[in-house]
């Protein structure tokens, strides 16, 4: 009998991974993100289950877990495909401001309606706003294949920014909610801990993977990442930020070997560079696997635990449909002043999803408030999702390649 259920256990991962790779080849023709598909998918196990009687063990602690899994590898991922070039910084640092400045306008003005009309305590309102006013990478970055090379640029910095500017919003304000001025300085001081840390880490990876031959190389690197990021966030410093960083040093290698060059410091005793940019490649090949996994199980466990009688209610399917007009008016406004009206495709692309999830999760109860619960957010999730798939029916312009900045430069 175990050994049946072991069968049919495996068999079912199996399917949906079949499933997920299936709603992924199919998306350029479907324009329907894979994302969409696989919460729809666990919505209908839910059904099955609840209609057969079915029982399952409860897997809903795993969610946050595979979660935090899943954002460490989407924001890797996203940090190995940004290569610097001294022409292209202005373009970076226009992402940069573009993310920063739109996802604190959002929170502000969001933050101070809730307040005004519910008369609702500060700390609380951000807290719940934050979660919602944050792009997620994990369905942007899938979901911009469709675009042009310097849009999809443009969504993938942009997304992964506001990940992790959310995230240290986030935990800026569970930590230090009580005094501004010592949490900023406390802040500034760990990120610039974190700098150095990932600075070592990286040149001293480079250095094992000269040094040891083993046929076993990738899996070590992302159990660093992983195990770095989770000890950052033991002793309360920006885990993701690390992992932005670190992702970036691997990526851009080649400066390090540049101004050993300039130097004439002899390097080759130490590190093969060319070797290790192969590595890399390699890696993130590897890297976009696991990802590729982590996301889809992810998604069809948050379908299978959403709450379907909540989705009908009419006061949530309003609330939350307000809400996301709000974001993507804002975004609409935002990026016709800031970077101009060719670049307008990109309002769509501002799609809710597992960071939201993830940082609603992580609200202490304390914090909690009633106005903002797992309905609405599962709506305004699906809401920003199915707004992200319209702006994929347009056609892509070829000349829209011309209308954004790269960071992007090959070595």
Request: proline share 3%; aromatic share 12%.
């Amino acid at each position: 009998m175990i050994e049946m259920l072991t069968d049919y256990v495996i068999l079912g991962l199996c399917v949906v991974v079949l499933l997920s790779y299936f709603f992924d080849i199919t998306f350029k023709y479907s324009k329907i993100p894979g994302v969409i598909l696989l919460i729809a998918l666990g919505i209908v196990l839910q059904i099955i289950v609840n209609y057969t009687g079915f029982e399952i063990p409860n897997l809903r602690p795993v969610l946050p877990v595979l979660g935090t899994l899943g954002l460490i590898l989407i924001v890797m991922e996203a940090s190995l495909e940004i290569k610097f070039a001294k022409n292209k910084l202005k373009g970076l640092l226009q992402i940069i401001t573009a993310s920063v400045v739109l996802t604190i306008l959002s929170v502000s003005i969001l933050t101070a309606a809730f307040i005004k009309i519910w008369n609702l305590p500060l700390a609380a309102t951000l807290l719940n706003i934050i979660p919602l006013a944050v792009i997620s990478s994990a369905v942007a970055i899938s979901s911009s294949g469709l675009l042009n090379r310097s849009h999809r640029e443009f969504i993938t910095l942009e997304s992964a920014f506001s990940d992790i500017f959310g995230i240290l919003l986030f935990d800026f304000i569970i930590l230090n909610y009580e005094s501004f001025t010592v949490g900023l300085i406390d802040l500034t001081s760990k990120i610039l801990v974190m700098i150095p840390i990932a600075i070592i880490l990286a040149i001293s990876l480079a250095w094992l993977l000269y040094r040891i031959n083993y046929h076993v190389n990738y899996i070590i690197i992302l159990t660093v990442v992983v195990m770095a990021y989770a000890l950052a966030k033991l002793i309360y410093l920006p885990g993701l930020f690390f992992v932005v960083i670190f992702g970036l040093l691997l990526s851009n290698i080649h400066l390090f070997q540049n101004a050993l060059i300039q130097k004439h410091i002899d390097f080759k005793t130490f590190v093969d560079f060319n070797k290790f940019r192969k590595d890399i490649d390699a890696f993130k090949k590897i890297l976009a696997e696991f990802t590729f996994i982590v996301r889809s199980f992810f998604f069809i466990m948050f379908g299978f635990y959403v709450n379907l009688s909540g989705l009908i209610d009419m006061y949530s399917i309003t609330l939350a449909a307000a809400i996301t007009g709000f974001l993507f008016i804002m975004r609409l406004i935002f990026l016709y002043f800031f970077i101009g009206k060719n670049s307008l495709r990109l309002v769509w692309f501002a799609p809710r999803g597992l960071i939201t999830i993830l940082l609603f999760m992580s609200v202490p109860e304390m914090f909690r408030i009633e106005i903002i619960n797992e309905e609405i957010v599962t709506l305004v999730i699906l809401m920003s999702i199915l707004v992200m798939m319209m702006g994929n029916m347009f056609p892509n312009k070829k000349t829209d390649a011309e209308t954004q900045p790269s960071v992007s430069s090959e070595p």
